[in-house]
């Protein structure tokens, strides 16, 4: 029996394993890295846009800087933010830079477990299971310049598409399925990571205290979900968490 990945602690013991961050940054973005140390819940100082902050999953190379971001709960909000987080870390480098140039490339991926509840701004629902933004420039003609390369990629397993790449389809079964099928998955483990993915969230292989975290973690975001189903708009999603980080202690 799997963990649920769509369980803050479950995600993070997965990802933050070296072999597991490299199999899946290679599969998701086509790029080959070496990770000397993955960080969460990763902040900058000073704050940057005024805004302090936090990534679930971060790890920088020497020539790249990768973020991954759960995101569990859908706040209404949740592009925007998501934006923002992408935009900010690009803008994060100018503190140390001594012109404008931007030394790292950055590339955020985002994974979503729920389904879409916004639309477009025509009104059209968003119902795609991968959703890629590249910030290179491109001619009249369409022709793609290669300035930048940061990109931005959101992953959605609610929203099945045929047309999906296997080796993101991978992943994509091995997070819904750990939700949905998680006694009886059936997964590529011929992808070595994979196969170190659900070796560390079998349920057997959870510590006491990791069970412990992720039912209390299960705990906090019923909280927050009664709290906004409630439309107790006195208090702010941000209040909520950290009242529900409390209750954890």
């Not at 599969?27 to 100082?45: H, M, N, S, W």
């Not at 790249?64 to 690009?90: A, G, N, P, S, T």
């Not at 100018?94 to 729920?114: D, P, R």
Request: with cysteine.
């Amino acid at each position: 029996m799997l963990g649920n990945l769509d369980n803050e602690v479950i995600f993070k013991k997965a990802f933050t394993n070296h072999i597991v961050f490299k199999a899946f940054v290679r599969d998701i973005l086509g790029i080959e890295v070496e990770i000397d140390k993955i960080e969460t819940e990763k902040k900058f100082e000073p704050k940057i846009g005024y805004v302090d902050f936090e990534l679930d999953i971060f790890a920088e190379t020497t020539d790249k800087r990768i973020c991954i971001e759960i995101q569990r709960v859908e706040y209404d909000h949740h592009f925007d933010r998501f934006l923002h987080y992408f935009l900010m870390l690009i803008a994060e480098q100018q503190k140390k830079a001594k012109e404008y140039n931007i030394e790292l490339t950055v590339y955020v991926i985002v994974v979503l477990t729920a389904p879409y509840t916004i639309n477009e701004k025509s009104g059209k629902p968003i119902l795609d299971e991968v959703l890629l933004l590249n910030l290179n420039p491109q001619t009249l003609k369409g022709e793609v310049r290669d300035l930048f390369g940061h990109q931005f990629v959101c992953l959605n397993p609610n929203h099945p598409d045929e047309e999906t790449p296997k080796q993101i389809r991978d992943w994509l079964d091995l997070i819904y399925q750990s939700i949905h099928s998680p006694e009886r998955p059936v997964l590529n483990t011929d992808n070595e990571g994979i196969r170190k993915a659900v070796e560390l969230i079998s349920f057997e292989n959870l510590t006491p205290e990791e069970r412990t975290k992720a039912k209390n973690k299960e705990a906090s975001r019923i909280v927050l979900s009664k709290e906004r189903n409630a439309g107790k708009n006195e208090r702010s999603i941000e209040q909520i968490e950290a009242l529900c980080k409390e209750n954890e202690m």
